[in-house]
């Protein structure tokens, strides 16, 4: 008699902002009905967006109104037809920033459309909380307890906005601020790299942009998740939907846990991440995380057709 082996325990992540590019999915589509049906529920959601997606031209495409709800297409895309074509479920859930609206689609409590309006109003409210040039984010290398100290230190607003990968903190705040603790942890022998960003996200500032959003959330029926979904703020799951408009809210001025999450993820019992959607950013953060991790990317085609546990 022969023991059959179970299943590894998969864990869906859904990138964030910076992994969009023109012409996205586009092969999906053409080979996928289900990344079509979603490509034309976008559409219908929000015309004009496929197009845009599609052809371009790539300084639209990459307005942050415009980023994040094709983002959230793309992926669900991807992650439909990988389900379409495997039969397979995810065990855990979990989204980078924007991503994690993409992972709440996946998981069947946010409905697509939902998520395409809300991250298009997110988006636009996120750009117009903050006058251009005077807030600023930059990537610093080293270890993230100098920047949390140097940044609790700190006269201006200036914080922690992503926790990425165990020596790579993500800061951001008042562009003053912002230069200031770069200055100071350069001086504590960090690395420090300015970011090219249309706003400071995940800080204090985006304050009204979490204000205007949270109605709009309040306002979203949410439905029990088919699977845990790790939320940015918490690096937990098991949220109940009544609470995802909270934590939604929470997370446009909060930190993404990135590095907690992914640890936690690996703690209860993920064996496999795989990424949905254009690039491969998570996936490199996975292995700089859990570097014995394994990691699939699934968001062309050819990716898709290759998938095998």
């Known amino acids: 008699m ?32 289900a990344a079509e049906t979603v490509y034309a529920q976008a559409e219908a959601a929000l015309p004009g967006l496929r197009n845009l997606i599609e052809a371009g031209p790539l300084e639209d495409l ?35 920033s924007l991503g994690e609206y993409s992972a709440l689609v996946a998981a069947g ?39 949390l100290e140097v940044c609790a230190g700190s006269s201006g607003i200036v914080q922690p906005a992503n926790f990425n990968a165990p020596t790579q903190t993500v800061i951001s705040g008042e562009k003053s601020a912002v230069d200031a603790a770069s200055a100071e942890l350069k001086a504590r022998g960090l690395k420090v790299i300015p970011l090219k960003v249309s706003a400071p996200f995940h800080c204090a500032l985006m304050q ?10 309040s306002d979203t029926p949410f439905a029990p998740l088919a699977f845990p979904v790790y939320a940015n703020v918490t690096a937990e799951a098991g949220a109940a939907p009544a609470a995802l408009p909270e934590l939604l809210t929470a997370q446009i001025t909060g930190s993404v846990r990135w590095v907690e999450t992914i640890r936690a993820l690996a703690d209860a019992g993920a064996e496999v ?32 057709a290759a998938f095998e546990l």
């Open 208 to 217: 009204p942009a979490a204000a205007g959003l949270a109605p709009a959330l």
């Open 109 to 147: 409590s946010l409905s697509l459309t939902d998520a395409l309006r809300l991250t298009r109003e997110r988006g636009e409210r996120m750009q117009q909380a903050v006058p251009v040039g005077v807030g600023a984010m930059s990537a610093v290398m080293g270890d993230p307890a100098a920047v």
């Open 273 to 304: 991440f795989v990424e949905f959607g254009p690039g491969t950013v998570l996936t490199g953060l996975v292995k700089r995380i859990l570097p014995d991790a394994r990691t699939i990317n699934v968001g062309t085609a050819a990716q898709l």
């Open 62 to 96: 990459t307005l942050t109104a415009n980023q994040q709800p094709a983002l959230v297409a793309a992926s669900v895309a991807a992650y439909r037809a990988w389900v379409a074509q495997t039969g397979l479920t995810p065990d855990f859930g979990a989204g980078h």
């Open 2 to 33: 022969t023991t059959r082996r179970a299943a590894p325990k998969i864990a869906a992540l859904f990138p964030g902002q910076g992994s969009h590019s023109v012409g996205m999915g586009a092969d999906l589509t053409a080979a996928h009905a």
